[in-house]
């Protein structure tokens, strides 16, 4: 199945050639050079200066503008139907940049989703110190949307395509709309989602964030945040890269760049396997719920299929029949799926929100927020679902899980 693009090519034959065909001297590389100069120079002093604005119109210091690095935003402007993409050292630089580049003032307010990655939180609670007003709310009642950002000091709408740990999935051409009948920019953090989903600049988003180091770049060997945008918001997005320092590096990039090629198969096989996963561990005794926007009972299930184009991400969040201890057991007897607390990864990751990505929520909080004790996040990964399910069914039993839910049903 291959995914259109306003291109005249489709996502996978733009991702496969990204960065390829650069000039070097008299001959073309098929791969992109990594261009390791911080300084750049040209044949007369007022060529050099030139180079130094409007960005990234030449190349002078690598602080500002690098050709690798320029090369990536290139290829990830075409995947995401962007003017321009500005390309970061990490998820969270790109996510601090576009927060700058509001250019709030004390007594402004913005909007936010409840369920946000942690350290954008963070960010979120670093700007109440400049009397920025920060309002959670429930984006998946849009209702209560429309009424947050009527009032006249709110300057943007933040949310996640899809959110973690429970993987609800926010309605992005609704937020979007509501948005801009207000006039305020929306950001979203696509992270989960990938381009390879969806482009939210398409249905009207105005500042899309990931963290690259997650699905895009996709190895578990770089740091890397993008965010893609019209060319407006773009400059002065890139204008705060500039002077925060944030910007990629050139091997980065080109790792970036690397991992990018085979983004559309490795999603389209981990969106596969964590269907298949998700469906199976449906039926498994000792797992209480299962949450996967791929199964009929995920409430945004239909709204996930459309909007996805019939995938569900590669991310599956589910409830043991178990307390903390059996939880923690479980994890532990794992063989093949590793303990780590990122994701996106070619290989599967599990983490245990209550204490690494929700770590600083209170009993009341979690609880709000539906985290429980046997909640898992899995992350998955290449490896076949033959063996990622005999790893789960194993762990389940060394953790005396599934002994003691048989012994229930048996009673029952
Ligand atoms: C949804 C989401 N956004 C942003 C980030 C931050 O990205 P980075 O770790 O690349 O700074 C993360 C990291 O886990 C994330 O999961």
Not at 301 to 312: C, I, S, T, V
Request: charged share 20%; glycine share 8%.
């Amino acid at each position: 199945m291959s995914r259109a693009t306003p291109d005249d090519l489709d996502f996978e034959t733009i991702a496969a050639q990204g960065g390829t065909r650069v000039p070097l001297g008299d001959t073309l590389s098929t791969v992109p050079p990594i261009s390791a100069s911080t300084t750049f120079t040209a044949e007369t002093i007022d060529a050099v200066h030139a180079a130094l604005t409007p960005e990234p119109s030449g190349f002078a210091y690598a602080r500002n503008a690098n050709p690798t690095v320029v090369t990536l935003e290139t290829v990830l402007a075409r995947l995401e139907g962007a003017d321009d993409v500005v390309a970061f050292g990490s998820g969270m630089g790109a996510i601090q940049a576009t927060l700058l580049a509001l250019e709030l003032s004390p007594g402004d307010a913005i909007v936010a989703a409840q369920a946000l990655y942690g350290v954008t939180r963070s960010a979120f609670t670093q700007l109440q110190s400049f009397d920025v007003d920060i309002r959670y709310i429930d984006v998946f009642n849009l209702e209560s949307v429309a009424d947050a950002i009527a009032d006249r000091d709110v300057r943007a709408l933040y949310f996640e395509s899809i959110a973690n740990p429970l993987l609800q999935v926010a309605d992005i051409e609704a937020l979007a709309r509501i948005a801009r009948q207000r006039r305020i920019p929306s950001i979203i953090d696509n992270t989960f989602a990938t381009p390879y989903l969806c482009r939210p600049l398409s249905v009207g988003v105005d500042l899309v964030v990931h963290s690259a180091t997650k699905y895009i770049a996709g190895h578990g060997d770089v740091m890397a945040g993008v965010v893609a945008a019209n060319s407006t918001w773009a400059r002065r997005v890139r204008a705060k890269r500039t002077v925060t320092g944030a910007i990629l590096s050139p091997f980065e990039a080109w790792l970036t760049l690397r991992g990018l090629r085979t983004l559309p198969l490795r999603m389209h096989r981990q969106c596969s396997t964590a269907a298949h996963l998700a469906t199976w561990l449906k039926e498994q005794p000792w797992v209480e719920r299962v949450y996967y926007p791929g199964l009929a009972d995920h409430p945004q299930h239909e709204l996930a299929g459309h909007q996805f184009g019939g995938l569900f991400g590669g991310m599956i969040a589910f409830d043991l029949r178990a307390g903390r201890a059996a939880t923690l057991a479980f994890l532990d007897a794992l063989r093949l799926i590793t303990p780590g607390t990122s994701l996106g990864d070619v290989t599967s990751l599990i983490l245990y929100p209550r204490l690494s990505s929700h770590r600083t929520l209170d009993a009341e909080q979690l609880a709000a927020a539906g985290i429980g004790e046997g909640l898992v996040r899995l992350s998955v990964g290449l490896e076949s679902v033959k063996d990622l399910a005999s790893d789960l069914e194993r762990a389940a039993h060394a953790a005396g899980l599934a002994e003691t839910t048989m012994a229930m049903h048996a009673k029952l």
